[in-house]
Each structure stands twice: as structure tokens, then as C-alpha cells.
């Protein structure tokens, strides 16, 4: 991957409509993410316009003639495998991955158990559905004990327990988001993530970005809107520790059945320097805060070609569904 990459010519995607906002708690998120993708997408010359599913009905997006949707939505209803089975219904192709990766990958329980059953390091866990299961959680997996919706995002919902007396608040506000609560194991060490283009035997990783934030509290607020937060890339880690975080991550993207893009957080021990998979995000944030963008620039591909890239590698789990849908004329 290299800054020399032809780009593909922005007039033959047609008509691309840009998914953002959306009805998730990540909505505030996503519209920043999908106006500079619109943005960046119309400066390139593609015919792109916005599309919020909070205030038109997805169906349009047949009607009106769309012949390509760069997914700019996050959590609920947009990286849950929900607007990916309504785009495959349509036969319109988009980014990132198909309805079975993304619903996988947005239920981190789910993400867990099979990471686990591939060989993959990933925290303990308990999953719980009341104050006296978190802890019970807590007394298994001890202090610190991460608390949080198993389906939402953004660090919406999560809380850090140090103590029992926590746990109860804890799991009623992950609880206010999602009925399925996630108790995890807390990893103290150096925080990393790592994006990846592509697909199948074709991904890349991308170099890692450590992430240093005061405190130590990477919340919300610091994710998206602090300029306090530092992204190290490079990232300062040895070569070898972030040639095999890239290669684990690699594994961990392939065996939930990703495609296009994605962007797993990890956590590393820092006792052991063992590192240990968090989550993949499967429609990750293009804000200016965001980080696939950071990662992309580091190896010469800017905020406008990596757009052009996704945009060019939007396709449906069952490419012949399009001839189908559209009847034969898309």
C-alpha cells in the first residue's frame, strides 16, 4: 500500500448516497463522520449526497436510483447488520463488511466467544442480566472489572467498577442501553488500535496508534471532542510487538468474516506484554478525531483517496443479488 495506488475515477460509482446519523446513541458521532465523507467524496468529483434513515425511510434509496452507500453510520441500526440486510434486499453494494460479519462483530460477547473458540487472546468475561450477577461478575474477575452494553459503541454506557459498591449503578446505566450487559476483565498496559483494509487473503494492517490519554479515562468526550488525547503513530512499541498485534488483529478480522475495512482495539498487559483483543469496530469513525483516517495518512493515503478506496471496494454478500433486485438494470 503505497501512496503510488491508482485511484479509481470518481464519475463510475454513480450515484452514492453517504448513511449518516441514523437513530444509534453514536448519531452526533456519525453525522460528523458522514458530512466530511460527503465532503471529501464531492471535492473528488463523485455524485455523493447525504442520507440520514432517522428522517427517510431506507427504501428510498431504491427509488431515488442510489447506485452505491458508503456507510457512515455507527452502532445500532447502521454497524449491526440491519441497513447491510436492507441494502442487500435493494441489491445496492456498500462498504465495509456484509450482515453477518457486522452483526457478529457489533455484539461483543458474540465477538468474544468466537475469538476464544479461534485461539484468540481476549479478557475474561461474565455476561449478566442484574446488580447481583455484576457482582458476582466482579468477584470472579476482580478489580478493576470493565461494566458496558454488549452492542453499543463509543464507550457509551461503560463504566470502570474498582469496587463492589459500583457494580450496581454500573449495570443500571449499561442496562439503560442494551439488555445484554458485558462484564470484562480490566487489562492495565498500553492501549492500541489497529485498522485494516481489504479483504480475505488481500488485508492489510495498518501501523498502530497508541493512545495516551490523561487520566487514563479514554471516555466519549476524549474520543471525539479533546484535544488532550495523544495518538502516537508511530506508536513507539517495538517492531516486533507491532508486526505481531498486526498479524493477531489480521486473524481476529478474518475470522469474524470482515471485509473493506475495520478497526479493532487492544489492550496490551503490561506486566506480561501480552496483548489482548477488545473489540472490532466494523464502520469505524472518519471524524477529525478519528483514527483509521490517522492510521491511512501514515502510509501516504490521505483523507479523500481513503474515501475513493472504501467507496471503490463497496460490494453485497451476494454480488449477483443486484441483477436481482434491480432487474437486471443496475
Not at 432517522?54 to 452507500?69: H, Y
Amino acid at each position: 500500500m503505497t501512496r503510488h495506488d491508482t485511484m479509481p475515477d470518481p464519475c463510475a460509482f454513480g450515484k452514492v448516497a453517504v448513511l449518516m446519523g441514523g437513530r444509534s446513541a453514536e448519531r452526533e458521532v456519525s453525522l460528523m463522520s458522514g458530512q466530511r465523507v460527503l465532503q471529501a467524496l464531492r471535492s473528488a468529483g463523485v455524485d455523493a449526497h447525504a442520507f440520514d434513515p432517522a428522517e427517510r425511510s431506507l427504501w428510498m434509496l431504491a427509488q431515488e436510483g442510489f447506485a452505491r452507500a458508503f456507510i457512515a453510520l455507527h452502532g445500532r441500526y447502521g454497524e449491526d447488520g440491519t441497513v447491510q440486510g436492507a441494502l442487500e434486499l435493494m441489491g445496492i453494494p456498500y462498504t465495509g463488511s456484509g450482515v453477518l460479519a457486522s452483526s457478529l462483530a457489533n455484539d461483543k460477547t458474540m465477538t468474544k466467544r468466537l475469538w476464544r473458540a479461534e485461539g484468540l487472546p481476549t479478557p475474561d468475561w461474565r455476561l449478566v442480566g442484574s446488580a447481583e450477577d455484576t457482582r458476582a461478575a466482579f468477584d470472579a474477575l476482580g478489580a478493576p472489572m470493565i461494566v458496558k452494553p454488549a452492542r453499543e459503541g463509543s464507550t457509551i454506557g461503560l463504566t470502570k467498577v474498582t469496587a463492589q459498591a459500583q457494580c450496581t449503578d454500573a449495570y443500571l446505566l449499561a442496562a439503560r442501553h442494551d439488555a445484554q450487559v458485558l462484564c470484562e476483565q480490566f487489562i492495565a498496559g498500553d492501549e492500541v488500535t489497529c485498522a485494516v483494509l481489504g479483504s480475505g487473503r488481500d488485508a492489510q494492517a495498518l501501523p498502530l496508534i497508541r493512545i495516551v490519554v490523561p487520566g487514563g479515562n479514554y471516555d466519549y468526550e476524549h474520543k471525539y471532542f479533546s484535544d488532550e488525547t495523544r495518538y502516537l503513530i508511530p506508536s513507539g512499541l517495538p517492531a516486533h510487538e507491532e508486526a505481531a498485534i498486526q498479524t493477531l488483529v489480521l486473524a481476529a478480522y478474518r475470522a469474524l468474516g470482515c471485509r473493506g475495512w475495520a478497526r479493532a482495539d487492544v489492550m496490551i498487559d503490561a506486566a506480561t506484554r501480552r496483548p489482548y483483543l477488545l473489540e472490532m469496530n466494523t464502520s469505524p469513525g472518519m471524524t477529525g478525531h478519528s483514527l483509521v483516517p490517522m492510521a491511512a495518512q501514515a502510509v501516504g493515503l490521505d483523507y479523500g483517496a481513503l474515501c475513493l478506496r472504501l467507496l471503490a471496494a463497496a460490494t453485497l454478500d451476494n454480488p449477483a443479488s443486484a441483477d436481482t433486485a434491480s432487474g437486471g438494470e443496475r
